[in-house]
T-cell receptor, first 118, second 113 residues
Framework: GAVVSQHPSRVICKSGTSVKIECRSLDFQATTMFWYRQFPKQSLMLMATSNEGSKATYEQGVEKDKFLINHASLTLSTLTVTSAHPEDSSFYIC??????????????FGPGTRLLVL | QKEVEQNSGPLSVPEGAIASLNCTYSDRVSQSFFWYRQYSGKSPELIMSIYSNGDKEDGRFTAQLNKASQYVSLLIRDSQPSDSATYLCAVNRSGGSNYKLTFGKGTLLTVNP
């Protein structure tokens, strides 16, 4: 149980384009999903927290107009990197926690999306 | 003071030995503690969670929590080369309805054959 998927696993795009990343909880309903970014040899940095049906809460320093998050259902959240630039190249990872006791305390991570902006 | 601190390592142990990974946290009201394993280029994978003082064992892994000392550790018995990875300590700072995790920077473990 507690499987989270992400799509795509890898994306290469040109500077100025927008990229959408999907995060799905496959076998449980996710009350909350989290989006992280990880640069090489650095730790996870939380970007935002999203609850189903409400606006995402962004961490300090994360531009909400650049990183659009939609959490339309209990199993799907999307992150759109708008007008991507080379400095946005990173490993983007989502995680999800459920609303049943077995999954409530723990965050389960997706496999991540590696973004390269040329 | 950093919120969650780990020795970055690398920690190098021979195959079959016990690897001991340590983590301290600064927020006394923290309630939930997690160890994740992250292989190079991959996303974190949950190893253990612990909520109460004492030890919790799962196979070759034992998590230890001491809330008075604000200290949590992970022991890996009979270490295998496949255990070589970065181990991340994560703390749920406030519990309740806020389930954000604060991560340490991770300890790189190398198990030598």
């Amino acid at each position: 149980g507690a499987v989270v998927s992400q799509h795509p696993s890898r994306v290469i795009c040109k500077s100025g384009t927008s990229v959408k990343i999907e995060c799905r909880s496959l076998d449980f309903q996710a009350t909350t999903m989290f989006w992280y970014r990880q640069f090489p040899k650095q730790s996870l940095m939380l970007m935002a927290t999203s609850n189903e049906g409400s606006k995402a809460t962004y961490e300090q320093g994360v531009e909400k107009d650049k990183f659009l998050i939609n959490h339309a259902s209990l199993t799907l959240s999307t992150l759109t990197v708008t007008s991507a630039h080379p400095e946005d190249s990173s490993f983007y990872i989502c995680s999800a926690r459920g609303h049943v006791p077995a999954y409530q305390e723990t965050q389960y991570f997706g496999p991540g999306t590696r973004l390269l902006v040329l | 003071q950093k919120e969650v601190e780990q020795n970055s390592g690398p920690l190098s142990v021979p195959e079959g030995a016990i690897a001991s990974l340590n983590c301290t946290y600064s927020d006394r009201v923290s309630q939930s503690f997690f160890w994740y394993r992250q292989y190079s280029g991959k996303s974190p994978e949950l190893i253990m969670s612990i909520y109460s003082n004492g030890d919790k064992e799962d196979g070759r892994f034992t998590a230890q929590l001491n809330k008075a000392s604000q200290y949590v550790s992970l022991l890996i018995r009979d270490s295998q080369p496949s255990d070589s990875a970065t181990y991340l300590c994560a703390v749920n700072r406030s519990g309740g309805s806020n389930y954000k995790l604060t991560f340490g920077k991770g300890t790189l473990l190398t198990v030598n054959p």
